[in-house]
Each structure stands twice: as structure tokens, then as C-alpha cells.
């Protein structure tokens, strides 16, 4: 990665942190994959699609974070409905409190970063 690629930068935090924000919002609401990605983007984490959502939402299934239920669709076939499990629920208080901690450490570090007089040059 080049210095200063922010866009590339923006992809590792994503990385790190995709889990929590699809857990997050699926605690709000229960929602398809469809809405989910939707959602996602919505809070301005567009680089998100459907190739990395969908089996996102598989391992969490797998590790006991999501249930899914399949539900009437208004329009078409019916859907999958993702939601979180009572072990969803505590592991996302969990990361919250993790990432909380992690937030304010950052903070600390960078807040005064300001570059000394002999690497301005």
C-alpha cells in the first residue's frame, strides 16, 4: 500500500471491522441479504457488495452469531431473514466494548500528532 492510499487504508479498517457493523444492524432489525448490503451502504460503507455479504452471513451462521429464517416475500419466492442469536447478542456487546477501547486508544495515540521541525523538511 502507498503512503497515504486512503482508499486502500478504508479497506483494511472495513476488513476488521465488517462483522460487527453487519451484526449491528441486523440487532436493529432483522433483515434479508438484500437489505443487508443496502443497509450497509446506507451508512456509507458502499464498498460492500453482495460477493462479500452473503458469505459473511454464512460463517456467522456457522459460528452461532445469525439465525436464519425464511419468510414471504411480497413479491417472488421467499426469503432468508438473518437475525441474531441470544450469542450474537453478547458477542457484539462484547466487540462493542472492544472496539470502544480500541477507538479511544487510537484517539489518544494520533490526537496530538503533529510532525517536528526536522521532518518537515
Not at 28 to 55: F, I
Not at 96 to 112: C, G, K, L, M, Y
Request: aromatic content about 6%; charged content about 25%.
Amino acid at each position: 500500500m502507498a503512503p497515504g492510499d486512503e482508499a486502500d487504508r478504508q479497506t483494511q479498517l472495513l476488513r476488521g471491522t465488517l462483522d460487527m457493523c453487519m451484526l449491528a444492524l441486523l440487532a436493529k432489525e432483522p433483515v434479508h441479504g438484500y437489505e443487508l448490503v443496502r443497509r450497509l451502504n446506507d451508512a456509507g460503507l458502499d464498498a460492500v457488495g453482495y460477493g462479500t455479504v452473503y458469505p459473511l452471513l454464512t460463517r456467522m451462521r456457522r459460528l452461532g452469531l445469525v439465525a436464519d429464517q425464511m419468510e414471504d416475500s411480497p413479491a417472488g419466492p421467499p426469503r432468508k431473514v438473518y437475525a441474531p442469536t441470544a450469542e450474537g447478542r453478547r458477542v457484539l456487546a462484547g466487540w462493542r466494548r472492544q472496539w470502544d477501547a480500541f477507538v479511544e486508544t487510537i484517539n489518544a495515540t494520533v490526537a496530538d500528532a503533529q510532525p517536528s521541525a526536522t521532518s518537515r523538511r
